[in-house]
């Protein structure tokens, strides 16, 4: 009996063995995964993505992933060219290309993006004045994007997008900026009257030469005068004949 219960247990140790064995040996990686294998402790290769098998402690794997990661970078206190204090928000859109610097060059990849991110932010538009942070997104975004991708390359790691979200600007910079504005306004209108004014002139000179250089073009225009004043019949009319006008004695 005792030999029988002996037997059993070493069955059931040899089972839980092999089961133990399967479970670590066994690895079934997504069509969006990839495993950094180490064996040892040395980095072996990246499998994946399906079926793969490993030996249990001899060789261990770390997952990754190669979908696209979206990361807020938190508000950030950056004071512009021209000394306005703003808070700017943003996100970045990056993926992992190279599992194995993505593992093993870099601790945590999400945090070193994000404060990475943090950092260019209020470097570059520190850069830059208010009216390029508020009229020139594209560009400052296209910058940013360029010089994080530049620097997490060695981390394995390609940023494809940056998206400044938000700048927020301080009430009384806000009434300044509308302040500012209308007075732009203004200084053009005043700009478009005075050419009006000038062209105006230049015309009228134009026409003063005009009718200098032509004898009876005077006349003429005096006479056209006459004809539009007499449209209204309640108008009474006292005029001078020109006395070029009158037949000669």
Not at 45 to 63: D, E, L, N, S, Y
Not at 156 to 184: C, F, L, P, Y
Request: aromatic share 8%.
């Amino acid at each position: 009996m005792e030999v029988f219960v002996f037997e059993w247990i070493l069955q059931l140790v040899g089972v839980v063995l092999v089961v133990f064995i399967l479970y670590n040996a066994i690895f079934i990686f997504r069509e969006y995964e990839r495993g950094v294998m180490f064996t040892l402790g040395r980095f072996t290769r990246v499998c994946g993505p399906g079926f793969v098998m490993m030996i249990p402690i001899v060789q261990q794997a770390v997952r990754t992933d190669l979908r696209m990661f979206v990361e807020d970078v938190p508000s950030q206190d950056v004071i512009s060219r021209d000394n306005v204090s703003v808070k700017v928000n943003a996100v970045i859109y990056f993926r992992i290309i190279d599992p194995e610097r993505a593992i093993i060059n870099v601790a945590d990849f999400r945090t070193a993006v994000s404060q990475l991110a943090q950092t260019t932010l209020r470097s570059v538009l520190g850069k830059h004045e208010l009216d390029e942070m508020l009229a020139e997104r594209d560009r400052l975004n296209a910058d940013i994007q360029e010089i994080l991708d530049r620097q997490t390359d060695a981390w394995g790691i390609k940023v494809t997008n940056v998206e400044i979200k938000h700048v927020d600007i301080d009430e009384s910079m806000v009434r300044a900026i509308a302040k500012q504005a209308e007075a732009e306004r203004l200084r053009r209108a005043r700009v478009i009257n005075a050419e009006g004014e000038q062209q105006a002139a230049g015309k009228l000179v134009e026409a003063g030469k005009m009718l200098a250089e032509q004898a009876n073009a005077m006349q003429l225009r005096y006479f056209n005068a006459l004809n539009d004043i007499a449209t209204d019949k309640t108008t009474t009319i006292v005029f001078p004949l020109p006395t070029d006008l009158l037949p000669k004695a």
